[in-house]
């Protein structure tokens, strides 16, 4: 079956421009959660949805960070006023329940800030 | 402060050889260990350990967790071009529902 799907897969955005990454989770999967990951580095958490409802948003760096799942499946994470030290790779990934620790991954978009 | 530590950071090996990459933990209510496998794309599951001293496995992939000594290890055997990869280790702390990952080990398979 279709496993997570993000879109755009790669982004270059100016300095000071927004940028809306989107992510579709597996279908029926109740959790999804962001990550951001920097080159050479792991995946860090950046925030939790369950169902629509945003339940843990405590790793977004600064409030130029902002997601949102407003019918508890696709997703979308805004950065406004981009700045160097965002470019990264964004991580998407869903789970089938809030209780499942299994969380599957969708590939990827890497921003770079110019 | 939650702390997840991968060592080595990389390996080169060729074909044929076994190898073990570790994965040590600092977690507050530990629940389970997961290693993921991560090609230039999506991290991809291999295996979630929640009981000490039970092996899991799959083909040439096995891992072992040890919650005394707060360690986890992957192995692999016979390696082939294809385990050339960044392996990473993730622990579910606390109360949280998000993983906290290390920094991972970059394995190269040289034919």
């Known amino acids: 079956g279709a496993g997570v799907s993000q879109s755009p897969r790669y982004k270059v955005a100016k300095r000071g421009q927004d940028v809306a990454l989107r992510c579709d989770p597996i279908s029926g999967h109740v959790s999804l959660f962001w990550y951001q990951q920097a080159l050479g580095q792991g995946p860090e958490f950046l925030t939790y949805f369950q169902n629509e409802a945003q339940l843990d948003k405590s790793g977004l760096p600064s409030d130029r960070f902002f997601a949102e799942r407003p019918e508890g499946s696709v997703s979308t994470l805004k950065i406004q006023r981009t700045q160097q030290e965002d470019s990264a790779v964004y991580l998407c990934?869903?789970?089938?329940?809030?209780?499942?620790?299994?969380?599957?991954f969708g590939p990827g978009t890497r921003l770079t800030v110019t | 402060e939650d702390k997840v530590v991968q060592s080595p950071l990389s390996l080169v090996v060729h074909e044929g050889d076994t190898v073990t990459l570790n994965c040590s933990y600092e977690?507050?209510?530990?629940?389970?260990l997961l290693w993921y496998k991560q090609e230039k794309k999506a991290p991809t599951f291999l295996f979630m350990l929640?009981?000490?001293?039970i092996e899991k496995k799959s083909g040439r992939l096995s891992s072992i967790l040890d919650k005394k000594e707060l360690f986890s290890i992957l192995n692999i055997t016979a390696t082939q071009t294809g385990d050339s990869a960044v392996y990473l280790c993730a622990v579910f702390p606390g109360s949280a529902r998000q993983l906290t990952f290390g920094s991972g080990t970059q394995l190269t398979v040289l034919p």
């Open positions: 977690v507050t209510n530990f629940r389970s």
């Open positions: 990934a869903s789970s089938l329940t809030r209780t499942h620790y299994e969380q599957y």
């Open positions: 929640t009981s000490s001293g």
